[in-house]
């Protein structure tokens, strides 16, 4: 097969790389890719968003299979936009994909369903927003209805927060229309993890456990970022609770939104908190979470190529998915300043050197090329990832690679893992 694959992050090279290995891909390319992905896929200089773009390479270049990696041109209906030139392609529908575009509409999914989530109200006016938040205990959370790259999300401690928080999204427009609408909802706490399941239209197969870090700094301090490192397995996933997360929060999500007219196809991710036990959803996206991506792919036995096939052509559940036993964790290597200003055109050294230790692997994703140089371009830059018999052995080796690569303007999270290490 001729494959396309959309997106240009580290979650990209690591479906590259797994979608390169498989004996079914023929030419693989990549819109728009980055440094790493060139050494495995033809780049193409054509933006995730830019969907006519990708429909119209697709067709010159009668490509069999689009597999799309971020959220924007998902929610942007790339795949209806595909699928209208009968070109197959893995993703939601843009009406599927509003379960991550609108978490207004997520939320009143939730609710009509019975899907275990926090509390919440929505809100259009602010003084009602403002009058409700009143009335709430605190920390309380509000979210911009709309995407807002993972930044729309403030977990206000007083009320004082919470109101200003409102004010930045409603009146002032910090996230544009995003924040037009709210979603006002209570605090849960617990331990967070990241649940995935591949889903052909009605049937869905769970992938293996991960679990994300989503704050920029040690200890879990500092701003939400778009995920500092991951690892799986992820220990407080037992069978029990992936059996209950499947048959209470999954299917339930899958034949609602056949229900509602959008049978939903591609990766469903719940980000769930859990506490004793007990599962709460706090958000779906429609894709692979990234870096949580590059621990699944590097623990994926299965051929990858034939199970996005089966999800398309709706046979998944033919399909029964092999794993490594060894675990995988990722460190995300990101330019000073990220998730704030920072500052693109740094030299990376000793990237070889780092990739030849046994078990690791560099996912590139802010990254170009210039003059046989790599140079960082972008916040999140690396995915240094690597394979070892437990999380522990795997969390060494990665540091171990860090400590090789030469990068003046990086800086990583030098805790990754602690979660499952310390339950040990
Ligand atoms: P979301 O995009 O809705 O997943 O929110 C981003 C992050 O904010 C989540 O990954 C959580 O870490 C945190 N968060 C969201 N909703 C809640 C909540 N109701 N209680 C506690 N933390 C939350
Ligand atoms: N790492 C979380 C996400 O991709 O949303």
Not at 42 to 48: G, K, M, R, S, T
Not at 260 to 274: C, D, Q, R, S, T
């Amino acid at each position: 097969m001729d494959i396309l694959i959309v997106g240009g992050g580290g979650r990209e090279h690591a479906l590259s790389w797994a979608i390169s290995k498989s004996p079914k891909c023929n030419k693989l390319y990549c819109a728009p890719g980055n440094a790493g992905i060139a050494d495995i896929a033809e780049c193409v200089n054509i933006q995730d968003n830019n969907v006519s773009a990708i429909v119209i390479f697709a067709k010159k270049k009668a490509i069999d299979l689009v597999v799309i990696g971020p959220e924007v041109p998902l929610v942007l209906g790339l795949v209806d936009a595909l699928e209208a030139e009968n070109i197959k392609v893995f993703g939601p529908s843009g009406n599927a994909a509003q379960l991550e575009g609108s978490k207004a509409f997520m939320k009143k999914l939730f609710k009509k369903y019975n899907i275990p989530t926090a509390a919440f109200e929505c809100f259009t006016d602010f003084n009602r927003a403002v009058a409700y938040v009143r009335k709430q205990t605190t920390p309380i959370v509000i979210k911009a209805v709309g995407l807002a790259a993972g930044k729309g999300v403030v977990i206000a401690n007083t009320e004082n927060e919470a109101i200003d928080a409102l004010d930045q999204m409603m009146n002032k427009k910090k996230f544009g229309a995003a924040g037009t609408e709210v979603v006002i909802e209570e605090f849960l706490d617990g331990e967070e993890v990241s649940f995935f399941a591949l889903v052909d239209g009605k049937t869905a197969i769970p992938l293996i456990s991960a679990q994300d870090h989503k704050a920029a700094y040690d200890g879990d301090k500092g701003p939400n970022t778009g995920g500092m490192g991951a690892y799986s397995p992820a220990p407080i996933v037992t069978d029990a609770i992936a059996a209950e997360i499947m048959k209470t929060v999954i299917q339930p999500t899958i034949n609602a939104m056949a229900s509602e007219g959008y049978p939903y196809k591609g990766v469903l991710f719940a980000g769930l908190m859990i506490k004793n036990g007990k599962i709460k959803t706090l958000e779906f996206n429609i894709r692979f979470g990234d870096p949580e991506c590059q621990v699944l792919m590097a623990r994926l036995d299965s051929d990858i190529v034939e199970v996005i096939d089966a999800a398309v052509t709706g046979r998944l559940g033919d399909v029964e998915l092999t794993w490594k036993k060894e675990a995988a964790l990722v460190v995300v290597m990101a330019t000073i300043g990220y998730p704030n200003s920072y500052t693109n055109g740094s030299e990376i050294k000793n990237l070889k050197q780092a990739s030849e230790i046994n078990g690791i692997t560099i996912f590139h994703a802010g990254t170009k090329a210039k003059n046989g140089k790599i140079i960082a371009n972008g916040g999140r830059v690396l995915s240094i990832t690597a394979l070892a018999s437990d999380v522990k052995s795997a969390q060494l080796k990665a540091y171990n690679a860090v400590d090789t690569i030469d990068w003046q303007q990086g800086f990583c999270r030098q805790d990754i893992g602690w979660r499952a290490i310390d339950r040990k």
